[in-house]
């Protein structure tokens, strides 16, 4: 049977981390059920566990002058109930997992499962959210992107947890998040896609697009994007068929027991295409 | 005599809602012991040798060496063995029982048990038959040889799990002389008889009790008596209480489910567009063991012209044996697989001889006095004609039919017809179940119901309970129904086929009239009534020909969906439900049979994907098995509409599987109205629809 560290303070936290290889545990959404065990035994984790969900130093979410903080321990519900939660990830949250668990999973912990199918991660993507991670001695602020390497791999080092994550709060003139699960709620997504928009006297001034679920990691192309900044927005719904293919090889389903790969791939595609042509 | 519809609360409610109710895994005795399965790893072969771990003191293996009587589950026929010996028909096949006080040690000796198999070539085809049907109404082979037109489509349906909210579960006590089985379960007396037989007894050997039941659907008419024979055989070995629950994984992986079916329909057209004739074959897919699915097969064959009469009717159908997990009784139980296909049918032929499938429909549709598919009578009223009414205006479905059946509308319409055989198939209840119920009135006026039907959730206590009240004009506190307890209560049959409340409930009517006749107060007094077949009804179980069923219940179902067209995804937007179930004992428990049941057929034809790969169902929890939530339901609209059945207790005919019948094909219609693209398959996925919108036809 493995150990369970309670700590009373964050830097408690990080003490233990210093010292012992810990599975951290924050809602446990993901982890009791990866770790579960037959009926009426306790779950089979590997590693000692240390519990962090209790630690309200993570729990805030303020708003600074062009960007909002979220502790790494606010659960999914709260963030969805916030006045100062950008209206895209609302929008993720609002028809994520079921109630119960939005009340006891945190954001934290979703980044830090890196799930392709996390809902919460086409979003943080697109907004260019960074994630602000802390050990004893060290800090360090790094861009979602870096921050997950591939389903279920993060670069977070072993002493490590997460503080909080940072997002710009930009207002966008086009903003869509779709999920496309198996049912309308308690799903895990068989597509995600969130994508932002700016246009200022028809130019397209800011473009952004993500995919999830379609791959090992979530899909950003900055240097497709880049191609697209820039166009006028005639430009960008004629050449929409041409921009949809330069997609595709970085579309890279799988077939599973919840969907199929020429599924994933044609709706995918089939998302962003409707988005491109809303943008006037 | 007061409303007997009308709702009353139900019995078990508060015991329920307030987390009193003991289920199976929550009774434990002192000196319990647990049981955990090993399982085949190979979909077919013979088990070359076993290498045991040494296995530590107080732990035992109880494997088809400890069977004192046959190493046969009694269902049917003795083709499914309690523990395999040798040969190994499909994946997952019980092997043995690891039986022990810690559940971790016991997995960790199952994980140490190596087996060796000869490995064979498994069968998941649909080849070789094991069980062949054929019948004819008319001249329908005659037809057909001369047919100038013929209008032919496939169908297929897949498979479709339980997803009960309680899984298997069941302990085994040892008394002196005597083994009890308690846990979950719809049929007492089926694993009473099953354990006689394994453990070689007679009737005071084995006693089964059931304990309050987490749902069932079907899945748990015949499975249980698996695990009872097992647990029973360890219990005889080792002497102690043992429990076997299964986890979620487990019983979505290894227990029966509904049969994945292929269907092909003919139709012979005559030259005004008649339906001459209709042949009809159905190919089951049974698994690795027959079980019940050559009565499955029957009642899939019996529903071929659904709702319509066809003069002339051919139907063949196999049951065909896979290296696969048995699959077995489901609510439905042969009829949504085969209601699916002909509702389908009849619009597809209306489509290739453009003609409104309305006025098809309505020209065929079976009147009072009409002769069946197996040539027996439709003798009742049938009041289909207003039901339809009915719920073409509680629907507005003309409007709307006409409105989304526009180019490039993605809202869709559908209604089905269907209906239900009430009961066993055939003389099943006078030959094999001769049902008996007991009423016992005590000593203080209070009167005890002892019948072998149990409440899985349905309501039976409620509505049996309110049947003894009404017709005594006893409070209904005064009335006592307690969990079946096989010493204490006559067999009185399964509770199963939609027969708990036609055939026992008019049981227990006539006994609570019988006692009023015999009423004293103060004394104890018992009576009893024994089943008798109605006289008119006739059947030959050989040649299918007859009454297959003493009545049949009717429902009409419209279903509204929007589709998505960038993600084929189906909205439902619209449900409606009209049901002539006789009369509804109580109305609210009928429509909470109702809504689950049309939810459940909805999803079945919509949402629920089972996948077979190489003999491993790869769906094996609910995350991957979709079922639905209630942001995937609507506000569903039901109407019942009184037409008491003579031989009914008020009137009241079958209900449970009715209500599930008409989903599928309601749902596959609408898609199809909102696509218009020809569905021939369920569940209508979004896979599917891309499929269709990309390659299909209309």
């Not at chain 2, 070539?121 to 008319?138: A, M, N, Q």
């Not at chain 2, 987490?214 to 002497?239: H, M, R, T």
Request: charged share 25%; proline share 4%; glycine share 8%.
């Amino acid at each position: 049977m493995v150990k369970s560290f309670i700590p009373k303070t964050y830097k408690e936290a990080l003490n233990l981390l210093a010292k012992n290889k810990l599975t951290i545990i924050a809602g446990g959404t993901d982890l009791m059920v990866k770790n579960k065990n037959i009926s009426g035994l306790l779950p089979k984790f590997k590693k000692d566990l240390l519990f962090i969900a209790h630690l309200t130093e993570l729990d805030y979410i303020k708003k600074e002058k062009d960007t909002i903080h979220i502790g790494a321990n606010v659960t999914l519900e709260k963030i969805l109930d916030s006045f100062h939660t950008h209206s895209l990830l609302k929008e993720a949250l609002s028809i994520m997992a079921s109630p119960a668990i939005r009340h006891i999973g945190t954001i934290g912990g979703n980044i830090a499962n890196a799930s392709p199918a996390g809902d919460t991660l086409p979003v943080l993507y697109v907004l260019n959210t960074k994630i602000v991670v802390k050990s004893l001695d060290s800090e360090r602020t790094i861009p979602i992107n870096d921050f997950i390497i591939s389903s279920g791999k993060t670069i977070l080092k072993e002493n490590e947890l997460i503080s909080e994550i940072i997002i710009p709060d930009n207002k966008f003139d086009y903003e869509v998040f779709l999920k496309v699960g198996a049912r309308q709620a308690d799903a895990i997504s068989k597509i995600s896609f969130a994508a932002i928009a700016n246009v200022s006297d028809s130019i397209v001034s800011d473009f952004r697009v993500t995919f999830g679920a379609v791959g090992p990691r979530i899909v950003r192309e900055i240097e497709i994007e880049n191609n697209i900044i820039g166009l006028t927005t005639n430009e960008l719904n004629s050449r929409c068929k041409e921009i949809c293919d330069s997609y595709k090889k970085f579309i890279t389903p799988i077939d599973d027991q919840r969907s199929s790969a020429v599924y994933r791939k044609k709706v995918s595609l089939n998302l962003l295409e409707k988005y491109i042509n809303s943008i006037k | 005599m007061s409303n007997i519809s009308k709702a009353i609360k139900k019995v078990d409610s508060e015991e329920k809602m307030s987390g009193k109710a003991k289920y199976i895994n929550d009774i434990s005795y002192d000196d319990m012991l647990f049981a955990m399965t090993l399982r085949a790893s190979e979909s077919k072969g013979e088990i070359v040798n076993i290498e045991y771990p040494k296995i530590p003191k107080g732990y035992t293996i109880v494997d088809h060496n400890d069977i004192q009587g046959k190493n046969f589950v009694k269902i049917i026929f003795e083709d499914m063995p309690i523990f395999a010996e040798k040969e190994i028909k499909y994946y997952g096949e019980p092997i043995l029982l690891v039986v022990g006080e810690n559940r971790a040690i016991i997995q960790d000796i199952i994980n140490n048990i190596h087996v060796t198999y000869k490995v064979k070539t498994p069968t998941y085809k649909l080849r070789d038959s094991v069980i062949h049907y054929e019948f004819e109404k008319g001249n329908a082979k005659e037809i057909f040889n001369k047919a100038k037109k013929k209008i032919q489509f496939d169908y297929s349906t897949g498979y479709q799990e339980h997803v009960y909210i309680e899984p298997q579960g069941l302990i085994g006590l040892y008394e002196v002389d005597k083994i009890s089985i308690i846990g979950s379960m719809q049929c007492p007396y089926y694993i009473k008889n099953a354990v006689m037989q394994a453990l070689d007894c007679d009737e005071k050997g084995v006693r089964v009790k059931q304990t309050t039941t987490g749902g069932a659907f079907g899945g748990k008419e015949e499975f249980p008596s698996l695990i009872a024979c097992q647990i029973a055989i360890a219990v005889n070995k080792i002497k102690k209480p043992i429990k076997l629950i299964y986890n979620r994984e487990e019983d979505m992986e290894f227990t029966t489910k509904r049969h994945p079916s292929n269907i092909n329909l003919v139709a012979a057209i005559g030259e005004n567009n008649e339906i001459q004739a209709i042949k009809a074959y159905v190919a089951l897919d049974s698994g690795a063991y027959i079980g019940l699915s050559g009565v499955v097969l029957q009642r899939a064959m019996i529903a071929s012209s659904g709702v319509y009469t066809v003069d002339n009717i051919e139907v063949t159908g196999d049951v065909f044996e896979t290296n696969t997990v048995p699959n077995g009784a489901f609510r439905g139980f042969g009829a949504p697989q085969m209601m699916f296909a002909i509702e389908m049918f009849i619009h597809h032929i209306a489509n290739e001889l453009k003609i409104d499938p309305l006025v098809l429909r309505n020209k065929y549709l079976a009147k009072q006095n009409d002769i069946t598919s197996t040539g027996g009578k439709f003798r009742d009223i049938i009041i289909m004609d207003e039901m339809i009414n009915k719920v073409m205006n509680m629907s507005d479905y003309k409007r709307k039919l006409s409105e989304y059946s526009k180019e490039g509308n993605f809202n869709g319409i559908g209604m089905s017809w269907f209906l239900h055989g009430c009961g066993f198939t055939g003389s099943g209840e006078q030959k094999h179940i001769k049902a008996l119920v007991k009423l016992r009135k005590e000593k203080n006026n209070h009167v005890t119901i002892l019948v072998a039907s149990v409440d899985m959730g349905q309501g039976i206590q409620t509505t049996m309970k309110k049947i003894v009240a009404d017709i005594l004009q006893l409070p209904i506190e005064n009335i006592i129904y307690n969990n079946p307890d096989t010493d204490l209560v006559p067999d009185s049959g399964p509770t199963v086929a939609s027969r708990t409340i036609m055939i026992v409930g008019g049981l227990v009517a006539q006994a609570a009239k019988l006692l009023k006749e015999q009423w004293v107060e103060g004394k104890e007094i018992t009576v009893e009534k024994r089943y008798k077949q109605p006289k008119h009804i006739k059947w030959d179980e050989e040649k299918l020909r007859g009454d297959a069923y003493p009545a049949y219940s009717w429902g009409v179902n419209v279903v509204e969906v929007k589709v998505n067209p960038a993600t084929y995804q189906v909205q439902l937007t619209g449900v409606y439900e009209v049901y002539d179930v006789g009369k509804a004992i109580d109305e609210r428990i009928v429509l909470g049979q109702a809504e689950g049941g049309i939810l459940q057929g909805i999803s079945y034809g919509s949402l629920e994907v089972m996948k077979n790969v190489n003999g491993r169902i790869q769906q094996k929890n609910i995350t991957d098995y979709i079922i639905p939530t209630s942001c995937d339901s609507v506000n569903i609209k039901t109407v019942f509409m009184d037409n008491p059945y003579l031989l009914g207790p008020y009137g009241a005919k079958g209900a449970g599987e009715l209500t599930l019948i008409g989903g599928a094909p309601a749902v596959a219609l609408a898609i199809e109205n909102a696509i218009n693209r020809r569905v021939t398959k369920i569940p209508v996925t979004p896979e599917y629809i891309m499929e269709l919108i990309d390659y299909g036809k209309n």
